[in-house]
């Protein structure tokens, strides 16, 4: 039996399946676009696009014993499909899901990944839900091309300190929910080993690549605007965004609450080994 990645091209997927793999444990790609990590072939991927649920049988067509589900950033709610393929899965024999969410997303609410969190909840279904609290990665995604050609970050936070988290750290975790026999737990939040405001991840950078890397506090439009044309997403989901990252500075309290997952790579660590990316 094989474990289910979705989203298997992404950071987080692809480290999941690598770990996997790693493991000896046989891993099959859930892909919409057909893009694979390294390493994997073909043979090793089925199609799967949250938004067409004609795709959820081929994707269940072999037996699968685990489920990690990753479902992206977008204006449309997938959430009612995501819940329809975990209802399919769990006829095929399914039996663990792994659900990416994050410390901004309020179970509550009922709305989006917080709805499937619900879900899995209120089924008494096998599951393990991972809450990041802001990615280390997102100074390539978001902020490598202003790094690389400007030498500059942009931030709505002048003094915030933010528990940043690796790809690396978090898709341990993850795997970790995917193959323990079992969850004691269900649920997560992961945080990074090291409080860093934007000033000190600037520092960082600047000393790691040999030149000056500066932070410069923005309004919570001009980064919207910022984070839209660089995405190609509308504004108003990239104020979304925005708005998550503004929280960072009221969540302390959960970065302090026991049971917490503390990861162990730091920002200089993490920098070292993505080096060539910002040099690119």
Known sequence: MAYLITGGASNIGSTIA??????NEKVMIGTRSGRL???????????LDWSDPTTFDGALAQPIKGVYILI???????S??????????????VGRFVLMSGSAVKKESGFGLAKVHLYLEEKGLDHFVVQ??????NFLTYHGKAIREDGEIK???PTARIALISTLDIAKLATKGLTSEKNEVT???????????????????????????????VSPEELAQYYANLTGWPVQ???????????????EELWIRSGNEIGKETFKEWAERNKEKFLA
């Open 72 to 78: 992206p950033i977008s204006t449309v709610d997938v």
């Open 237 to 251: 989901m990239a104020g979304f965004i925005v708005a998550a990252e503004s929280e960072f500075e009221k969540e």
């Open 155 to 157: 931030s709505v936070l």
């Open 187 to 217: 649920e997560k939040l992961i945080i990074g080993p090291e409080r860093l405001s934007y000033d000190q991840v600037a520092e960082i950078l600047s000393s790691t690549l040999g030149r000056e890397i500066k932070h410069t506090v």
């Open 80 to 93: 009612d499909n995501v819940i329809a393929f975990v209802n399919k899965a769990v006829e095929k024999g």
């Open 37 to 47: 990590p390294a390493g994997f072939e073909a043979s090793e991927s089925v199609k």
């Open 18 to 23: 690598r770990l996997l793999k790693e493991s």
């Open 132 to 137: 990041p609290v802001a990615f280390m990665d």
